[in-house]
């Protein structure tokens, strides 16, 4: 309930509780950000592959909290971004070929977003994965997820404008007249492409924001994820489920960068959902509906099976929340 108060002093100045609603997001965030820093140095301790749940979206958790004011472990950011070129370097001449990457274009577009979080500049690796991209681009203009592990595999149109929007940043001379060229096929396709998830919405008004012609789409894509909150002020990965914090801290995510008002009451109440249901180790929990593709292995994180789809969920709500709370 203390929460709920601190939320609501934004339009009742008259109330005046202990904490602030800064106050409590700053330490939700920094409580997930134990634990996503954590995991994510566990991970590359005892895997020697890229992953997008345990590297990217870690990562971007941590530079938002350093945004919103957090103190985060500054090398471990630039440690996963070494990993992660590390894991490429010794076969860029594959890569480039369209090869050798378990998960595929969803894996090199998330490799790339790593990359650009760590403020990392085009480079053999980088070429070799933009190359990846170009070869894998389907004829209708998207992208394709490997496999179907949901939310964070599923969604072509989150592969898609990944793709799409991280060839940009990191085309070079050499490439840019392709990446553009792919990149109009991408928006082509986005255009109609079918929204059957949350993940599949919030990607689809992401790249309304950030990619050249789809920018008449974004108010009615905002308007859609405003109308899927669900009463308890959360979202939910698909109709008919119960809300939880990755598809809540995602969509938040991506309507703060719409320019949605922070006092706008669908985010209060998104927040307050987050606030809420952060377990007291400082992780959210997200139940796993993923089929296992790889044989199983204790990280070291909350929530046993579920860790892998926790992580991120914990990453996306550290991402909102530092979004939300920015000055």
Avoid at 57 to 68: H, I, N, S, Y
Avoid at 255 to 268: F, Q, V, Y
């Amino acid at each position: 309930m203390r929460r709920l108060i601190a939320i609501l002093t934004l339009t009742q100045p008259g109330l005046a509780p202990a904490v602030t609603a800064d106050d409590e997001i700053s330490a939700a965030v920094d409580s997930g950000l134990k634990i996503v820093q954590k995991a994510a140095f566990n991970y590359a301790e005892k895997r020697s592959c890229f992953s997008c749940h345990h590297q990217t979206l870690p990562m971007l958790a941590m530079t938002e909290a350093r945004r919103f004011g957090a103190e985060i472990d500054t090398a471990l950011l630039q440690e996963q971004a070494t990993y992660t070129h590390d894991f490429y370097k010794d076969r860029t001449g594959k890569v480039a070929a369209g090869e050798g990457v378990g998960g595929r274009s969803m894996t090199v577009a998330y490799s790339l977003w790593t990359l650009d979080i760590a403020g990392r500049k085009p480079d053999a690796v980088t070429r070799a994965l933009t190359s990846y991209l170009l070869t894998r681009q389907e004829k209708d203009g998207r992208w394709k997820t490997q496999s179907h592990r949901p939310p964070l595999e599923a969604s072509h149109p989150m592969a898609t404008f990944l793709a799409a929007y991280y060839m940009e940043q990191f085309s070079e001379s050499e490439n840019e007249e392709a990446i553009a060229a792919a990149n109009h096929r991408a928006t082509d396709w986005l255009k109609s492409s079918p929204e059957k998830s949350q993940e599949d919405l919030n990607a689809k008004l992401w790249a309304a924001l950030e990619l050249e012609g789809l920018a008449e789409s974004a108010d009615p894509l905002k308007e859609k994820i405003l109308a899927n909150q669900k009463p308890d002020g959360g979202w939910s990965q698909l109709p008919g489920m119960g809300s939880d914090a990755y598809a809540t801290g995602q969509s938040l995510f991506v309507l703060e960068k719409s320019g949605l008002p922070h006092d706008h009451p669908a985010i209060r109440r998104g927040v307050t959902f987050l606030l809420e249901s952060q377990y007291p180790d400082g992780s959210w929990f997200v139940q796993t509906r993923s089929k296992p593709i790889q044989k199983y292995f204790d990280n070291g994180d909350p929530h046993g099976k579920s860790q892998f789809i926790s992580i991120p969920a914990t990453s996306w709500a550290i991402a909102a929340l530092s979004r939300w709370g920015k000055k």
